[in-house]
């Protein structure tokens, strides 16, 4: 699992915004729901490369807004 200060840092390299934690098919995995793009995280190490993020449809897209729970207050 990667560690919460690791997450707090780390941003999407197409947009430079924040990334979700989610499940997807029983693996961890990284999200940018603005862009709809999700990156594998392979043995703990995010895999942070446009090239090998994977499109999101609207259905996984439901899916994994659901999963990040309520946007942060502050």
Request: charged share 25%; glycine share 6%.
């Amino acid at each position: 699992m990667i560690a919460q200060d690791l997450l707090d840092i780390l941003v999407c390299p197409a947009d430079s915004g924040p990334l979700l934690l989610v499940q997807r098919s029983g693996a961890h995995a990284l999200y940018n729901p603005r862009l709809r793009r999700a990156y594998r995280i392979d043995d703990d190490i995010p895999v942070l490369l446009v090239d090998e993020s994977e499109a999101i449809g609207d259905d996984e897209h439901a899916v994994l807004i659901a999963q990040a729970g309520p946007a942060d207050p502050q």
